[in-house]
Every structure is written in structure tokens, then in C-alpha cells.
């Protein structure tokens, strides 16, 4: 990738991929659980069918990560949505299916549900999406914006997320159901396809090289040519290893809020698809104003290190109100969670970018990407079989989770002295 490039490319396509695909994932999210629950699921099924997707994604990343490197970012992007599209219609081929069961080893399995989980596999092996489009947002961004720029990024995800969750209650309301709004997620996906063929440019027009001057200190073994890199050899480079430890523990404090939180309204609360839609959009909204405004404006201000350990601790507020049935205090949480959310996760990313260069971030966006994915496994898994023991009381122990997430997030203080 030539350097002179990054100052030239335009930030919209990239965005707008971030947010189509995000309007895309979050159309389904309000009723997602509904869906588990109705064709005989539980908490624990729910949660791993989460962790179906995680498990293939954890397989897929890397290598999509790596082959960004060597192939191009826009051809990988192409491929990522390819996969979700065809996982989106093996997933309403489930939905529409009357409920029937077949034994397999001794054991009832509603067909549904298999192809539900199928359709959920698919997209998660091709599932690199996010990593490859963080690598491609990095390749254009110089370090002093990349904290401004994650930012926005993660603002556009959000606002997807305001979105999704509208059109999903909208179009379930309708006589079809769920079908409709599973439909309209395969159709995004396509439009996200259009945009990435015609609006991204290809950043790495010839495989394997690069224009880029290479920081001798900033490289492992086995990553000078990105086609031969490893796990070990990635780790090895400067402060990675423990970048990937608290990306895997960030993600698995969300992943508990995420297996618990469509449980609890959906199940305990009894909360309908439109009040679940009305939530999360209310909650991207406000993740959108802190990652917008907010962030830009404390970007200036604080460090990225600062951020993320303040982040942790707001979240933890967020976690402990939403442990609490009334509608007030789960709206409060919401505002902790979202002002939480919306400083830390930015920061984070920034500060990830700033430990390789365009040779590698790829790959390591690829393995932080698998990091995620480990972490959301055994969060999904795990937060199920927690919520089932523990109730909204897993709340709680995600509070305390993320205390310890801050306590050791105290280190990026003398981290980011030396990579910025």
C-alpha cells in the first residue's frame, strides 16, 4: 500500500459499509431470542447459538485478516458479505419450517433450529468483516485521527443500530412475522455488496508488497512477508499479546450483558419485539452522540488510555442498574452502558491500530478478532448457563467483572507513551 494514498481516500464508503452491515446484523436482534424460544430453545440454546457464530468466526478472521493483507481489503469485503447473505437465507429457510423434530444419536433436534444454527455458521466463517474494514480504516488513517475516526466508525455501526431495531419492529408487525424482517437483513446485505464493489477503492493493488516503510522493531519473525504469519509470530510483536488479553476480556464482559439482557426482558419481563426494538434504538442513539460529538470533543482532551479505563468503569454502573426490573433503572443503565461504551471502545481500537503498520494490521485485526470470538464462545456459553443458575444477579457479576477490566486497563497509560 502506497502511503500517499491515505491522505486521499474518502471515509464515507468505509462508513457506509459499517453501517449498512450493522442496520443489517441488529434487524433481527430484538427478536432473535423470541425465535430460540419459540422452536423449544432456552437461555443455554440461545446462547450458543451465539457461540456458533463466534466459534466459526474465531476459525475465519484470521485467515480473512491475512488474506486482506496479501489480496486486498475490497475483494475480502466482498467475500465477508457474500457469506452473510447466503447465511441469511439458509436462516429463513429455518424460520419458515413448521416446527418438527429429528432424532440424532438418541436426541430430539427441531430442524429449524439446525438450520437456523447452519445459516448462523455460515456468516460467522465469513464473519471477518469487522476486522478487515477496522485494517482498511487504519490503512487510511494517519495515528493522530485514528482515536477521531474509530470513533466515527463506531458511530455509524450504532446508528445502523438505531435503525435495525425500528425497521424490525415495523416489519414484524406485519402478517409475515419474523420472515419479513429476516428477508429484509439478506437484502441490506446485497446493497452492502453494491457499495463495497463500487465504492471502496482497493488500498493494496499488488499482493504481498508494499510501499510502506517497515519499522524494523515493530516486526516479527514471520510477519515481513504477511503470507507466512502466525499466531506466535503475531503475539510477538511489541504490547500485541496483551492487547488480544483484554480485547478477550472486554468481549466477554459484553457477552454476558448480551446472553442475559434479550433473556431477561424477553422471558422475565415479558417485554414484546417493539419494546426491545424501542430499546436498542434508544440505546444506539445515544452510543451515537458520545462516539460523535462527545468523543471528538474529548479526544482533544484525554488520553486513549484515560478513556478506556473511565469507559470500563461507566459500563460497570450500566451493568449493575440493569440488574433491576423497573423500566427507570434499565434505562439508566442504558445511559451508563452507552457513555461507557461509546468513550472506551473507540480508544481501545485506536490504540490497537497504533501497534502495527500496513503490512500487519490485517493479521492483527484478525487475531483480535478471534480473541472476540473466543471471548463471546465462552461468554455466550457460559452467561447462559450463569443466567440460568443466577437470574438478573449475573448482572451484578458482570459489574464486578469490569471493575477488574479497569484495574488492569491501567497499564495502556504507559502502553500508549511508547506506541503513539
Known amino acids: 500500500m502506497q502511503l500517499k ?3 486521499t481516500v474518502s471515509l464515507f464508503p468505509i462508513l457506509m459499509v459499517n453501517f449498512i452491515g450493522a442496520m443489517g446484523f441488529s434487524i433481527v436482534l430484538p427478536f432473535m431470542a423470541a425465535i430460540v424460544l419459540k422452536f423449544g430453545g432456552n437461555a443455554l440454546v440461545y446462547g450458543t447459538l451465539g457461540a456458533t ?12 485478516g491475512k ?33 418438527h423434530f429429528i432424532k440424532l444419536s438418541g436426541f430430539l433436534i427441531s430442524v429449524p433450529l439446525i438450520l437456523i444454527f447452519a445459516g448462523r455458521s455460515l456468516d460467522g466463517i465469513t464473519g471477518g468483516n469487522i476486522s478487515v474494514a477496522n485494517a482498511y480504516l487504519a490503512d487510511i488513517t494517519p495515528k493522530a485521527e485514528r482515536k477521531k475516526n474509530f470513533g466515527r466508525m463506531a458511530a455509524t455501526a450504532n446508528l445502523g443500530l438505531i435503525f435495525g431495531p425500528l425497521i424490525a419492529g415495523a416489519l414484524g408487525a406485519t402478517g409475515l412475522g419474523y420472515k419479513l424482517p429476516v428477508m429484509a437483513a439478506a437484502f441490506i446485505s446485497l446493497v452492502a455488496m ?21 519499522a524494523s522493531q515493530n516486526i516479527a519473525p514471520g510477519l515481513a512477508n504477511p503470507g507466512r ?45 417493539l419494546q426491545m426494538g424501542i430499546f436498542f434504538s434508544v ?7 458520545v462516539q460523535g460529538p462527545i468523543l471528538s470533543w474529548l479526544a482533544k482532551k484525554v488520553s486513549s488510555a484515560i478513556l478506556v479505563i473511565g469507559g470500563a468503569v461507566l459500563l460497570s454502573a450500566g451493568f449493575a442498574f440493569f440488574r433491576y426490573p423497573g423500566v427507570p433503572m434499565i434505562y439508566t443503565g442504558a445511559v451508563f452502558f452507552s457513555a461507557g461504551n461509546g468513550v472506551m471502545w473507540p480508544s481501545f481500537m485506536a490504540l490497537l491500530s497504533n501497534t502495527g503498520n500496513a503490512d500487519t494490521q490485517g493479521v492483527i485485526q484478525g487475531f483480535a478478532g478471534s480473541a ?32 477488574l477490566i479497569a484495574v488492569v486497563s491501567v497499564r495502556l497509560i504507559r502502553i500508549e507513551k511508547l506506541i503513539s
Open 229 to 273: 504469519s502466525t499466531l506466535i509470530s503475531t503475539l510477538k510483536l511489541p504490547y500485541v499479546s496483551f492487547f488480544m488479553l483484554l480485547y478477550f476480556l472486554i468481549f466477554l464482559a459484553f457477552n454476558f450483558f448480551y446472553v442475559a439482557f434479550p433473556v431477561y426482558v424477553a422471558g422475565d419481563l415479558h417485554w414484546t419485539v
Open 194 to 214: 453494491v457499495v463495497i464493489f463500487y465504492g471502496l477503492k482497493e488500498l493494496n493493488p499488488r499482493p504481498g508488497k508494499s510501499d510502506a516503510p517497515v
Open 53 to 64: 457464530y463466534s466459534f466459526f468466526q474465531l476459525i475465519g478472521s484470521p485467515v480473512l
Open 372 to 403: 472476540g470470538s473466543l471471548a463471546s464462545i465462552t461468554g455466550l456459553i457460559t452467561g447462559g448457563l450463569l443466567y440460568h443458575s443466577m437470574g438478573a444477579n449475573l448482572f451484578l457479576f458482570a459489574t464486578i467483572f469490569m471493575l
Open 283 to 289: 440505546l444506539s442513539g445515544m452510543l451515537v452522540v
Open 5 to 7: 494514498q491515505t491522505a
Open 67 to 99: 488474506w486482506s493483507d496479501n489480496m486486498g481489503r475490497k475483494k475480502i469485503l466482498l467475500l465477508c458479505q457474500a457469506g452473510t447473505f447466503f447465511g441469511w437465507i439458509i436462516f429463513l429457510a429455518g424460520i419458515i419450517q413448521p416446527n
